[in-house]
């Protein structure tokens, strides 16, 4: 069964710190991984799209790594700010026939000042 | 990126009305337009995809009869509820693919709550 399991389900730091979330699926085949911010009451934002040859994509400080291998992913947001605050949900597309895409529960991430 | 809207943001309706639901596709134009229902602490749920010009796909479990979607245009597409219930109060939200990109953009949601 496609299932895309991410965490830890939430998460709490103070501003400045680094924090690292976790994403592990099992949909094959794979097209590839999003990992997108939803801030609450809105609607998601990409910060990250992973084909199956990338290893590491950066977008400012937030980092995704893959490991399509051992179907793992992960997302790391470096000197964490206040607006960091949001649900942060893995995504994986499936490439088969329907290229579904497959979300995950999401990490509600709390940054504290 | 490109950008997706939806209006109204929010909207309180009493049960057995009828609410529509407008997703804008605003800087490009997207053949494919895609519904999402999301319920509190729960991922989105895909409730249809909709196709400009033809009649849209849903999701297994989902009532076209009562979610009803047209997709006229290249730059809306629209979501009615019909008659409304407190069960169908949720967050509904709408993404557009972006041929230039290939990439789906999403809008900002939709808060239905059905009195």
């Known amino acids: 069964k496609n299932q895309v399991e991410q965490s830890p389900q939430s998460l709490i730091i103070l501003e400045g710190k680094n924090c690292t979330l976790q994403?592990?699926?099992?949909?094959?085949?794979?097209?590839?991984l999003r990992w997108y911010k939803q801030d609450t009451g809105r609607g998601p934002v990409s910060l990250t799209i992973?084909?199956?040859s990338e290893n590491t994509k950066s977008n400012g400080r937030y980092t995704a790594t893959l490991d399509a291998d051992t179907k793992q992913s992960s997302l790391h947001i470096t000197a964490s700010q206040l607006s960091d605050s949001a649900s942060y949900i893995c995504?994986?597309?499936?490439?088969?026939?329907?290229?579904?895409?497959?979300w995950g529960l999401g990490t509600s991430l709390a940054v504290n000042p | 990126g490109a950008v997706v809207s939806q209006h109204p943001s929010w909207v309180i309706c009493k049960s057995g009305t009828s609410v529509k639901i407008e997703c804008r596709s605003l800087?490009?134009?997207?053949?494919?337009m895609f519904w999402y229902r999301q319920f509190p602490k729960q991922s989105l749920m895909l409730m249809a995809t909709?196709?400009?010009?033809?009649?849209?796909?849903?999701e297994q479990g989902v009532e076209k009869d009562k979610f009803l979607i047209n997709h006229a245009s290249l730059t809306l597409s629209t979501l009615t509820v019909t008659s409304a219930h407190p069960e169908d109060s949720s967050f509904y939200i709408c993404?557009?693919?972006?041929?230039?990109?290939?990439?789906?953009?999403f809008g900002p949601g939709t808060r239905l709550t059905v009195l």
């Open positions: 995504v994986v597309r499936n490439a088969g026939n329907n290229r579904k895409l497959i």
């Open positions: 994403c592990n699926y099992t949909v094959s085949p794979f097209s590839n």
């Open positions: 992973m084909t199956f």
């Open positions: 800087d490009f134009q997207a053949t494919t």
């Open positions: 909709s196709n400009e010009g033809s009649k849209a796909t849903y």
């Open positions: 993404s557009a693919t972006d041929p230039l990109y290939n990439e789906q953009f």
